[in-house]
């Protein structure tokens, strides 16, 4: 079971560091960074000593693809669960972090199109509807 709640226990731990960020502390960034690079790549967890190495990082920008590539396959089949919503939320921090907030963001953006894609675009119909009044003002 330890294993099954991995991509929880990786992204509640990096949230605690990053949370321990005081003045924009750079090893508390590094050390989330690592933290989400071990998962990403599937390597064993080690504890943080420097900043991840480049080939790390391009590890695990590759192993969350793949793994994205996975948890939507389960969500178009409607397996949602905790951990795949973590394994997300990872993914898109540990992007934010490495390579920008833009990119998170995309991975979020990909998510919820898998998962509420006929269901966001009525709310967006919906909001245009009622924001007519409000142009015309």
């Given at each position: 079971?330890?294993?099954?709640?991995?991509?929880?226990?990786?992204?509640?731990?990096?949230?605690?560091?990053?949370?321990?960020?005081?003045?924009?502390?750079?090893?508390?960034?590094?050390?989330?960074?690592?933290?989400?690079s071990c998962l990403g790549s599937g390597t064993k967890y080690n504890p943080f000593k420097s900043q991840?190495?480049?080939?790390?990082?391009?590890?695990?920008?590759?192993g969350f693809k793949e793994k994205l590539r996975t948890v939507?396959?389960?969500?178009?089949?409607?397996?949602?669960?905790?951990?795949?919503?973590a394994l997300i939320c990872s993914a898109a921090l540990f992007e934010e972090l490495?390579?920008?907030?833009?990119?998170?963001?995309?991975?979020?953006?990909?998510a919820f199109s898998m998962v509420l894609p006929g269901y966001v675009s009525s709310v967006i119909d919906l909001l245009l509807e009622n924001m007519g009044p409000l142009r015309q003002v």
């Open positions: 079971e330890l294993q099954s709640n991995a991509p929880l226990l990786y992204f509640w731990y990096a949230e605690v560091e990053l949370a321990n960020n005081s003045a924009n502390d750079r090893e508390s960034s590094s050390r989330g960074i690592h933290i989400l991840a190495s480049s080939l790390l990082l391009l590890r695990a920008h590759q939507w396959s389960s969500w178009v089949r409607g397996i949602i669960n905790d951990q795949s919503v490495t390579t920008g907030w833009d990119v998170g963001i995309e991975v979020l953006n990909q």
